[in-house]
């Protein structure tokens, strides 16, 4: 295929050599140079389009604090006529990667876009008087330069087309849609035409074309969507249950986008006829707003799309009659497995560098902080021009891991040191308690503490487990205490078991309970008191809150 030949209609370049000098920190986002091209392409067809772009010299900062520049465009501009003696209009937001297409008629002003970039350049020149010339007219002779290039375009692109005479059916009746929307009705004389265009001709039925007459443009968009896929009769049936747009205005939404045409379509293509009959039979506004929820998510260009070559597979899996409308082929669409699409935009090798220097830069930096750790002399303090060094920064990257290495040995030994210190502090302290235990028992073992009642200390866990047996309480658990704490009996004569108590070093009585855990008072009556009297006058102490002391008082002790 030949390549394009270009032709320069307009060339302005200004740059500003003053502020390019200026200080790293002055310059960061600083725009120092500007330029307007207009240039005319041939293509390989024959026709001609032009293309209008401004560029501005945009100044930044590297992590490693040098300046660099680049020249960058915010929108690109080409005009072009179509095959089908249409021109259009079509604008890139380079920042955003967003393009938009448009139609121009005789009635648009298409001059305007120009002058609103010529106008842009020629503000930035008065702001800066000092910049300088390198391509292009004197300042005062840009507006000169720019209306010849306009009328330059006018020979090339030649005359726009009257909307009313290519679209005669809808004169003066545009409603505010784009005009591809109506590219069904271009150059067509009767609605048999419009239906042919849209359904195409062996699809074509009287009753269709009468159809085609009474509905909106978006309802019949919609009903072309199943074009080839269903036969014409249950289109026909469709439209015919379906209300104009001059009705209950159904039809007001907006309408749908290329892309979601495009993801609508492909989803359609691989669904069954009888799902696609349901589809026909729900409301026009609510199958399109649901289907075109779901090719929101395979029909975007950059972002994570849906492989749909497995939905005829997962339809026939899950069963044709339980698919019951949009909504469930909806659900189908989401579920289906997820394929990632990358996208390498102009600019990603320059985000990806100034990415790397940036981490590189943040590598240095802690570097930096760690060898101040070290002894004079160990390390040598590293800027950018010696980071930049391969063997250097290896060497530099491996002592700091021997550093961390060294100080995560040493955390780990102070930290054994705590433990094995608390292990040793806790052993003596049980040792202390336990030697308490043996002391107290002997004091209290046999002794009589009230007329009739005596104490016993447990010696054992089968001990523990006999007198929680009879006294349906829960001592038997505290065997693992035995030793370190004082556990005691308050026994009859005979043996039986009246209360029991849990004696502690640091507490002294922190249990004094009976049967079924009553408190003292319940299982002895006034001996309870005795008892209580008697563990004072051995020097046993009460904790503030021991339990089943309820309805008893500790006696002053006598210093």
Same mark, same amino acid.
């Given at each position: ?30 725009? =120092?140079?500007? =330029? ?19 560029? *501005? ?5 590297? /992590? ?26 079509? #604008? ?15 009635? !648009? ?132 249950? !379906?209300?104009? /747009? ?24 691989? !669904? ?24 929101? +998510? ?35 669409? *989401?579920?289906?497995?997820?394929? #990632?699409?990358?996208?390498?935009? *102009? ?12 981490? /590189? ?39 700091? #891991? ?30 202390? *308690? ?34 929680? /047996?009879?006294?349906?309480? +829960? ?5 693992? #205490? ?8 308050? +026994? ?68």
């Amino acid at each position: 295929m030949p390549e394009r030949t270009e032709h320069t209609l307009l060339y302005v370049k200004y740059v500003d050599d003053a502020l390019a000098e200026q200080g790293v920190a002055a310059v960061e986002g600083e725009i =120092s140079g500007i =330029s307007l091209r207009i240039l005319a392409r041939a293509l390989p067809d024959g026709r001609t389009s032009v293309a209008v772009s401004l560029y *501005r010299r945009v100044h930044r900062m590297r /992590a490693s604090g040098k300046a660099f520049h680049y020249w960058t465009s915010e929108k690109l501009t080409s005009m072009a006529r179509t095959k089908k003696d249409l021109v259009v209009l079509r #604008e890139i937001d380079r920042r955003t990667g967003k393009s938009t297409t448009r139609h121009v008629f005789f009635e !648009t002003m298409v001059e305007s876009w120009i002058h609103g970039l010529s106008g842009t350049l020629q503000q930035w020149m008065r702001s800066n008087p000092q910049a300088r010339r390198l391509e292009g007219p004197e300042p005062e002779g840009v507006d000169n330069a720019v209306d010849q290039a306009i009328a330059a375009i006018r020979e090339h692109i030649g005359g726009l087309p009257n909307w009313n005479d290519r679209f005669p059916l809808l004169k003066d009746d545009r409603q505010g849609r784009p005009a591809s929307v109506y590219l069904p009705y271009l150059d067509a004389h009767d609605y048999a035409q419009v239906a042919k265009n849209l359904f195409g001709v062996r699809a074509y039925r009287r009753p269709l074309a009468r159809e085609v007459e009474r509905l909106d443009i978006s309802t019949l968009s919609w009903f072309a969507m199943f074009r080839g896929l269903v036969p014409v009769d249950w289109l026909i049936d469709a439209m015919g249950t !379906t209300e104009t /747009a001059g009705g209950r205005s159904l039809m007001r939404e907006l309408s749908l986008t290329s892309l979601q045409r495009r993801g609508i379509r492909s989803i359609l293509r691989r !669904t069954p006829q009888p799902v696609l009959r349901r589809i026909l039979k729900e409301p026009v506004h609510q199958a399109r707003r649901t289907l075109a929820d779901a090719a929101d +998510c395979t029909a975007h260009r950059l972002a994570v799309t849906r492989d749909l070559d497995l939905l005829p597979e997962i339809i026939a899996a899950r069963g044709q009659r339980r698919v019951r409308g949009s909504r469930d082929l909806e659900h189908l669409v *989401r579920d289906l497995p997820a394929i #990632e699409h990358w996208h390498s935009p *102009r600019g990603r090798a320059a985000q990806r560098v100034i990415q790397e220097e940036i981490q /590189a830069l943040r590598e240095m930096e802690h570097y930096n902080r760690e060898i101040r750790l070290l002894p004079e002399g160990t390390a040598q303090v590293a800027d950018w021009d010696l980071w930049k060094d391969e063997a250097f920064r290896v060497q530099a990257l491996g002592l700091i #891991e021997d550093r961390r290495s060294e100080l995560m040995a040493a955390r780990d030994r102070e930290r054994y040191e705590r433990e094995e210190a608390r292990r040793r502090e806790r052993i003596a302290k049980q040792a202390q *308690r336990h030697q308490w235990a043996l002391q107290t028992a002997a004091l209290l073992d046999g002794r009589e503490i009230a007329p009739g009642l005596s104490l016993v200390v447990a010696r054992d866990a089968e001990t523990l487990s006999r007198w929680g /047996a009879m006294l349906n309480n +829960c001592i038997g658990g505290y065997a693992g #205490e035995l030793e370190l704490d004082v556990f005691a009996a308050v +026994c009859e004569a005979d043996g039986r078991v009246r209360l029991n108590l849990q004696i502690t070093q640091s507490h002294g009585v922190e249990q004094i309970l009976g049967k079924y855990n009553r408190d003292a008072v319940h299982e002895l009556g006034e001996a309870a008191q005795q008892v209580v009297d008697g563990l004072v006058a051995m020097e046993v102490g009460f904790h503030s809150d021991a339990l089943g002391m309820d309805g008893l008082r500790l006696p002053q002790r006598t210093h």
